[in-house]
């Protein structure tokens, strides 16, 4: 599979361009996402290369930040154990086998596609949430139920929030209320 989705800001402005490919080597994300918080008055520009195994486990995470000199990279065994760059353990992320970029719906296709819920089915997970701007990442706590009709509820319990989530067949969203909507796909 081979895709490029667009999504926009449904909050101000903010568009993110994504090519997706899950082959025989795993999955392939690269974006670039220009956005930003109008409540808090920020903007961001960044660019990311999320890598999976074929259980859709986050095995690498790259995220730049344009303008400020931050860029993050991380690596994981697909277990929640994650090393820098420089092959030292993070023992602060242990636990963490998805992420989740704030600026970026896509990165709650990962829990969704990793876990395989049935309707009905709840999850509690652990994620390594990158915040924006700074790209600060802390480990959260996240729950996912799947309602049924490719409709999941998104719970951040560290930030008291949550949406239904529409999916499409390949479990990438369609709709995050309030905050991206897909406008293309090809």
Known sequence: ??????WASSEG??????????????VR????????DTAENTTWAIS??????FAWR??????????????????????GFWTGPDS????????????DIRATPFTNTLPIRRLQLQPGETSTIRALYFSLP???PEPVEQHYTNLGSRLYR?????????RDLTTDADGLVIDYPGLFHRTFEE
């Open 58 to 79: 986050v095995r690498r995470v790259k995220i730049w930040e344009a303008g400020t000199g931050h860029n993050l990279e991380f690596f994981s065994g697909g277990d």
């Open 13 to 26: 402005e903010g568009l993110e361009q994504l090519h997706l490919t899950v082959d025989e080597q795993g």
């Open 29 to 36: 994300a690269r974006s670039v996402v220009v956005g930003g």
């Open 88 to 99: 030292q353990a993070l023992p602060e992320f242990a636990g963490c086998i998805d992420v």
């Open 1 to 6: 599979m081979q895709k490029t989705i667009r």
């Open 134 to 136: 700074g790209l600060k």
């Open 48 to 53: 990311y290369e999320v890598d999976c195994d």
């Open 154 to 162: 998104y719970e951040s319990a560290h930030r008291d929030f949550g």
